[in-house]
């Protein structure tokens, strides 16, 4: 560290003493946390000093050094911050942190003596106020909600007039009382291109000192880093993958802490639910539904998206109405009981912690409000599944019952709406005709039983539906910040690509509307069609063969349109006619839907089906949770994805998917 970055740390050292001093005087607030932070800053600037000095790994170390470990050493989140940034930036961006840390303790000590549900009609007028100054569609996730902060409003193009008193908070001392779905924060992307606000992991949980539970669940986890975003007594149940022999446990891993697993056959298959309770000490409880797994890098280096909604506590608890099981707590607490959330509950309560303020999975029907809840949660459970009443209950049956709970069928015959679908995911599945059509089928809420009688050779036989499959090009994984070593999360497989009936027609660049950073989230945007286009009624003589294609013949016919950033090609005329068709229709008619979760576009994570239409049989292998909403109007449909619209589709014989296989860097390592 120079001179210059000597003076800078005294100057800034000193002036965050003489607010401490204000503050202390004001408030009385111990100076062990002001000592603590001077530690802290002196360490950080520190290490930013030796890190700025010494030579970056080279892109294979660092890549491959997340790969080999789902275990990462804890470390403060100011550890996060770029590298590459010149000294002075990182102190000024701490001193600014600083300030909005001093003043919140502030804010918190003279608020520490109210009740935050101090009467019901308190709670039931800034509830109101609140749903005043949301988004113009309170039922579908916004990110230009009452909560959100003062930036997120400018950047939404929306008429709203933000409530100084709460968007000015800090993200994470706001309440989402509507919902929220938003992009995570990412290092190498910030601030975003599309100005869309994020979520970091720290807003997620809100101030952790007014924990008082929580129920986590990922598919990798690296327990000692997330173990550092908790106080040590709260207790927390983590909900994980299983061991190779596949068997439901639960064992005591910290202070505290309880990890459970749920039962895989034959330990085949992925827990791969990525969801949070969080209960605070003034009965609020959180939910939080997203697609990163609890190790630093889904919350660093690549992009993950999440949805997440306060839920008030009932004034007296109320008898769950047994007869009442598609609504949103009632597949909750169904997923909590399959991933062996329910033993390990129980083993908490009994031995260190009585007084959860969960005290059986039932209670989350009738202890909360879910009444402002308006998405609806789809649920992949591991397993076979026979029968009607048990298939619905998971993967594409489950998509398909929700879309008809929603009124967001398609319908058949002549006056069937046309849909399309854009499928964005982190791993790529071994696809048939039979399984496309198959998912396609249950994407239109049109069920299974129409087609399940069919012959199987016919079935197999089937043209492809109209999906775009979406997934990063070699070209722009090389294209990222941090080029082929930030590939180790993406999966394609070179058998998989190279397949004899392999749709590599349907498949579609992934670009984050973020910036130049993969993307780890799952999500599917559908869009109703208007009017019949030839790519909504395929048939084997309109969709181009892979020999066709490799001649530099695959592109659509289409007019040039600029996407900012984007490499792009031209728009087709159906791909703008999906969307911009239903906005012209009526605003309270949805032109869509979008799905947001863990679910990659996989028959693993989906499911696939057997059987007879009188009596099918789900094979689901993976667990997975999402969300699942209707879309309004083309604004929506780009304020929701997190990929840059239209997709740029593959040019067969010049694009190839990104494959580990093939990198010598993963080669190597």
């Known amino acids: 560290m120079d001179n210059s970055d000597d003076d800078l740390a005294r100057a800034i050292t000193l002036s965050l003493m003489e607010h401490g001093s204000s503050l202390n005087h004001d408030s009385h607030y111990p100076d062990v946390a002001e000592l603590q932070f001077q530690q802290d800053l002196r360490r950080a600037i520190k290490a930013s000093s030796s890190e700025s000095n010494t030579p970056r790994l080279s892109s294979e170390d660092s890549g491959s050094s997340q790969l080999k470990s789902n275990v990462t050493t804890p470390s403060l989140e100011t550890s996060q911050t770029d590298t590459t940034a010149p000294p002075n930036s990182f102190l000024t961006e701490r001193a600014q942190l600083e300030r909005e840390r001093l003043a919140r303790l502030k804010r918190q000590r003279s608020e520490e003596n109210q009740d935050e549900l101090s009467s019901l009609s308190t709670k039931r007028q800034n509830l109101s106020t609140l749903r005043s100054h949301t988004d113009e569609r309170t039922h579908t996730p916004s990110t230009s909600s009452a909560s959100s902060s003062k930036a997120s409003g400018s950047v939404n193009s929306q008429k709203a007039t933000p409530n100084p008193a709460v968007s000015t908070n800090p993200v994470v001392d706001q309440l989402f009382w509507d919902g929220e779905l938003r992009p995570t924060a990412n290092l190498h992307s910030m601030p975003r291109q599309d100005g869309k606000p994020t979520f970091r992991l720290t807003e997620v949980l809100g101030p952790k000192s007014q924990i008082t539970f929580a129920m986590i669940s990922s598919y990798s986890t690296a327990v000692s880093w997330i173990y550092e975003f908790f106080e040590p007594r709260t207790p927390v149940i983590i909900v994980a993958q299983p061991d190779l022999t596949g068997q439901a446990g639960i064992k005591n891993i910290l202070p505290n802490w309880v990890m459970t697993v749920p039962f895989l056959r034959n330990g085949h298959g992925c827990q791969h639910m990525k969801f949070m309770l969080i209960f605070y000490e003034t009965g609020r409880l959180r939910v939080v539904i997203s697609t990163a797994n609890l190790i630093d890098y889904d919350w660093r ?301 996989t028959p693993s994570a989906w499911g696939t089906l057997s059987g007879s239409g009188f009596n099918p049989t789900l094979n689901n292998v993976n667990y997975e949770l999402g969300i699942l909403f209707p879309l309004y109007s083309k604004r929506e449909v780009e304020r929701v994805s997190c990929f840059k619209r239209p997709p740029r589709k593959y040019v067969l014989g010049e694009d190839r998917p990104w494959i580990q296989e093939e990198s010598p860097m993963f080669m190597r390592a």
């Open 301 to 601: 280096n690549i992009e993950n998206a999440v949805w997440l909604q306060d839920i008030p506590p009932l004034p007296q608890p109320c008898p769950q109405d047994l007869r009442i099981t598609n609504d949103f707590p009632s597949i909750m607490e169904h997923v909590l009981r399959s991933v062996n959330v329910r033993d390990a509950l129980t083993n908490m309560l009994t031995h260190e912690h009585p007084n959860l303020p969960l005290q059986t999975i039932g209670d989350l029907h009738s202890k909360w409000d879910w009444s402002k809840v308006k998405v609806k949660l789809v649920p992949s459970i591991a397993g076979k599944h026979e029968g009607w009443p048990k298939v619905v209950q998971s993967g594409h049956p489950r998509l398909m019952k929700t879309l008809r709970d929603l009124g967001l069928r398609t319908g058949k015959g002549k006056a069937a709406k046309e849909l399309a679908i854009e499928c964005q995911g982190s791993s790529i599945g071994t696809y048939s005709t039979q399984w496309l059509n198959e998912f396609y089928y249950s994407a239109r809420g049109e069920s299974a039983e129409d087609w399940l009688d069919e012959p199987k050779a016919r079935r197999t036989k089937l043209p492809w539906p109209p999906v775009k499959i979406l997934f990063p090009s070699l070209r722009t994984v090389k294209g990222t910040v941090l080029g082929e070593s930030g590939g180790g999360t993406m999966f394609c497989r070179a058998n998989q690509w190279g397949g004899t009936r392999f749709p590599r027609e349907l498949f579609y660049d992934s670009n984050s509307a973020g910036g130049k950073v993969l993307m780890h989230t799952k999500m599917i945007i559908a869009a109703f069609r208007q009017r019949s286009t030839p790519f909504s009624v395929p048939s084997s003589s309109k969709v181009p063969s892979a020999a066709a294609s490799t001649k530099g013949k695959g592109k659509s016919n289409a007019e040039p349109i600029t996407i900012s950033d984007s490499e792009t090609e031209s728009e087709s005329e159906d791909d703008r006619a999906s969307v911009d068709d239903a906005a012209s229709s009526s605003p309270k008619e949805p032109i869509g839907w979008a799905y947001v979760g863990s679910h990659n576009f």
